[in-house]
């Protein structure tokens, strides 16, 4: 990949830079099962021995019971989470927001980056979790799915509201009541993750590419598209293409969409099913068009002005990343207090600067455009209105229904 421009870039816009798009939460292939590496089998797999191994089937569970809090007397956190998910200071040798934190409370917070795969990362606290045992880890940050499957397996612990103020005031109305965690009775967004359609204007002649119906039917993209290899995000994308709603669809439905793209594939149309490994072939032109994660084209924006994205009239599909206190966590409190911390607008917006990804916290845009003008105008970060209202999210699985259409996605990406 060429050498980014500093004369056409921000202070934040090179701090992003210096986040290569080869590390980091950007390039774990976000709620990807690492397919490309053998990990959908095992995704599969784990799936499956859920309820073998004497774990309950999906079905709301009241939360964990709550557990012995230390917090008072204990004036430590530990946070895991994604790698290049926090912002850092410009010699990477301090996390500022996470120093103000504890500069105010006095609470130390052991971070930790240790969540590399949502699959992978369940698999190291599932035993203790089911035993009724301390992960050791007091917060954790888990794309939606997990999360509600960590809620509905009774796994973890319900949130005070006293201890949440800001985040109660200020979580942004598209994030504030999933169907598998109404009122964030359990957990708070850390970011939003679009799905959108990217395009690159030298790649398709200078003509603007915004439906995946163009996508899989347009004869001069033949070859030249791909697919993400989520099945969220690409299911998720077809059936609002087809009039369908992602937060009630049927079997039916799922095939119909299934079968939409095995279309596409028999007949070359899609080159591919990527994680976020698109991004170099799409910067290069070798894909003119595909569906996208957006934190990835702020950054491949930033060094190629023929990128461009584009919002479906249909909708777009929105993921999130979920912060949770563990059963058995030993201070919960000290958790909560630095949930509602991100919440504060001047945190969460130093936050967004560094990530790049959807910020959930209602009044940022003013903080954000002290740190980054051309940030608190992007739509990638800070959805408007119009785009908001076409946001979508995927509906919560059963158990079965995981398996069986993880099943016919594997299939259908040939994995």
């Keep these: 990949m060429e050498s980014y421009e500093p ?47 004497g774990i309950p089937p999906a079905g709301r569970a009241e939360g964990a019971a709550a557990a012995d809090d230390h917090s008072a007397k204990e004036k430590v956190l530990n946070f895991s989470n994604w790698t290049e998910y926090m912002d850092v200071s410009e010699d990477e040798k301090s996390r500022p927001t996470l120093e103000a934190f504890t500069k105010r409370t006095g609470i130390r917070v052991k ?51 006293s201890n949440l103020p800001h ?4 979580v942004s109305a598209q994030f504030r009541t999933p169907d598998w965690d109404p009122g964030r009775a359990y957990s708070y967004p850390w970011t939003g993750i679009p799905t959108v359609i990217a395009y690159n204007v030298k790649a398709t002649g200078g003509r603007k590419v915004d439906s ?30 087809q009039g369908k709603d992602p937060g009630k669809f049927t079997d039916a439905d799922f095939d119909g969409a299934i079968g939409r793209l095995q279309k596409a594939v028999d007949k070359k149309q899609i080159r591919r099913f990527t994680g976020n490994d698109y991004t170099a072939d799409l910067s290069k032109g070798d894909i003119a068009a595909c569906v996208a994660w957006a934190g990835d084209i702020i950054q491949l924006q930033a060094d190629n002005p023929d990128i461009e994205f584009a919002i479906p009239a249909a909708g777009y ?3 999130s990343d979920n912060l949770l206190v563990p059963a058995q966590a030993r201070h919960k ?21 560094y990530i790049n990804y959807v910020c959930p916290v209602d009044g940022v ?24 209202a076409k946001s979508r999210s995927f509906r919560s699985l059963s158990t079965e229904e995981e398996t069986a259409y993880e099943e016919k996605f594997a299939k259908l990406i040939g994995a």
């Design 7 to 53: 004369e056409r870039l921000t202070p934040v816009q090179l701090a992003a830079m210096r986040r290569s798009l080869t590390s980091g939460r950007g390039a774990l292939t976000r709620r990807s099962l690492l397919r490309a590496s053998g990990m959908g089998a095992l995704a599969i797999g784990g799936i499956a021995t859920l309820g073998a191994c």
């Design 111 to 161: 971070y930790t980056e240790d969540i590399n795969d949502n699959v992978e990362f369940f698999g190291k606290i599932k035993p203790q979790l089911a035993a009724g045992q301390n992960t050791g880890r007091d917060l954790i940050c888990v794309t939606d799915w997990l999360a509600a499957r960590i809620i509905r397996l009774g796994w973890a612990q319900k949130l005070d509201p």
């Design 167 to 170: 985040a109660f005031a200020n």
């Design 212 to 241: 995946v119906t163009q996508l899989l039917d347009d004869p001069k993209l033949k070859g030249r598209v791909s697919f993400l290899s989520e099945m969220r995000d690409t299911i998720g994308m077809t059936l609002l293409d």
């Design 317 to 319: 599909i929105t993921s």
């Design 333 to 353: 409190t000290n958790a909560e207090k630095l949930i509602d911390y991100y919440y504060e607008p001047p945190v969460a917006a130093q936050l967004a600067a």
């Design 365 to 388: 845009r003013e903080e954000l455009a002290k740190i980054d003008a051309s940030m608190a105008s992007n739509t990638l970060i800070l959805p408007d209105k119009e785009m908001a």
